[in-house]
């Protein structure tokens, strides 16, 4: 790229930069989604003095160090004197104990004495930031989901075709070293994988059993599309634990941007608790860089590559879905499943993908459409819409 690449959220955040002072703004996604490249493009654009800071160091910060980074951010509104505003940038702010309630306060002082101090939070963890946020910043705050990079995106940023991002995922961090295929590996395994669950996870979090977890996001990888019981989980993971840990270590994986358990769907019916979650990995680099087959090789395998192919469309849907008010889950009645249902209110959509994997279940789309009120059926592959279409147009567009 000879410029960098502006995401499709950016002219959302500059809009909402250029506001005059009225909340905190806060970017929340996974990691090497491009959070700081964008609060970076948009500070550019404000042209006002700027002062970034993370809290993404090897030790924790405290809240004396966000006292500090706000001194030297309303220090700077006192230098301008264009216009007498600042912007601070505070990245993976969770990682700070007790974040939420120093921001109010620093946040109110602002406000009471009408400094002219705009902020922008960032955070790699959505559940801690959003948890932070709902404690003690309720009123003082609008969040800006920034999901996995779309086919869209990576495709206007890099060229890519659609083979490349259903093989190697949205990750624009590692897009330079896909020619050399072990290194793009290294880099998404121990930059990504592992930095996520050891240090977003495993230190922010409070997981009683930490191999369980990672042995979990391994088999959600291996079976991503596939629905598993917790009992069964629990049977490949050789552990006597308890089907509530794991769906709660299903909620953090999600949070944390790797791996979601698809609910199945039950329309305005009360839905079964602890219904059989369906595997669906947030990223397809994930599956892929572990799985450590090539990509010639995965190509040519129709039912390896059928499964990625229908990762991918479930990986679109979820990272598409953030932030619009739409859901994604599945439907199971005995031998017939429709690979996702994606929904907003009463309005349906009924999605079947033909990926060229083999079939264990039959197509389930008819008798769905017999049970529940669906607006739209849609065919991915095959006779139906092309694979690289749908994945130009976000969840919402499918809806519509």
């Known amino acids: ?54 809290a993404d160091e090897p030790t924790l910060q405290d809240r004396a160090w966000i006292n500090q980074q706000w001194d030297i951010a309303r220090s700077l509104t ?15 702010v969770q990682k700070v104990q007790g974040w ?18 705009r902020v922008l939070l960032s955070g790699s ?17 609008e969040i800006i989901p920034v999901p996995h990079w779309s086919y869209a995106e990576m495709k206007a940023a890099f060229g890519w075709s659609v083979e490349q991002y259903v093989y190697y995922g949205g990750y624009p961090g590692a897009a330079s070293l896909i020619e050399d295929e072990d290194r793009w590996r290294h880099y998404v395994v121990d930059a990504l994988i592992e930095t996520t669950l050891s240090r977003d996870i495993l230190l922010m979090s409070r997981v009683d059993k930490p ?10 990888c291996d079976y991503s599309g596939q629905i598993l019981s917790y009992q069964k989980m629990l049977g490949q993971l050789q552990d006597a634990g308890h089907t509530v840990t794991l769906a709660h270590y ?49 190509r040519t395998d129709p039912d390896h590559w059928g499964r990625l192919v229908e990762s991918a469309v479930g990986a679109h849907l979820l990272n598409s879905a953030v932030g619009a008010g739409i859901e994604v889950q599945y439907w199971l009645d005995r031998n017939r499943e429709v690979d996702f249902v994606l929904f907003t209110g009463e309005t349906v959509a009924a999605i ?12 389930g789309i008819a008798a769905f459409a017999a049970a529940f009120p669906v607006k739209r059926q849609l065919l991915i592959g095959a006779q139906g819409i092309p694979l690289e279409e749908f994945l130009t147009y976000p969840a919402a567009h499918w809806l519509g």
Do not use: C
């Open 211 to 220: 191999a369980l977890l990672r042995r979990l996001f391994h088999l959600g």
């Open 78 to 92: 006192r230098k301008d004197h264009r216009s007498h505003s600042a912007l601070l940038i505070v990245d993976e």
């Open 250 to 298: 299903l909620d953090l994986l999600k949070g944390a941007g790797l791996l979601a358990g698809l609910s199945k769907y039950a329309g305005q019916r009360v839905r079964q608790r602890g219904s059989s979650p369906k595997f669906q990995v947030l990223n397809t680099g994930l599956m892929t860089a572990l799985a450590h087959t090539a990509f010639t090789s995965i």
């Open 125 to 141: 963890s959505p559940l801690l930031v959003q948890k932070g946020l709902t404690e003690s910043l309720a009123g003082r705050f």
């Open 100 to 117: 939420s309630e120093t921001v109010k306060r620093l946040w109110d002082e602002d406000s009471a004495a009408a400094v002219p101090l």
């Open 1 to 54: 790229m000879k410029s960098p690449f502006k995401r499709s959220l950016f002219p959302t955040l500059l809009k909402r930069m250029q506001e005059p002072r009225r909340f905190l703004q806060v970017l929340a996604g996974p990691r090497q989604v491009g959070k700081t490249t964008l609060a970076r493009q948009v500070a550019k654009e404000l042209d006002i003095p700027i002062h970034y800071a993370s």
């Open 352 to 363: 079947e993908v033909k990926s060229g994997r083999r079939e264990t279940l039959l197509p």
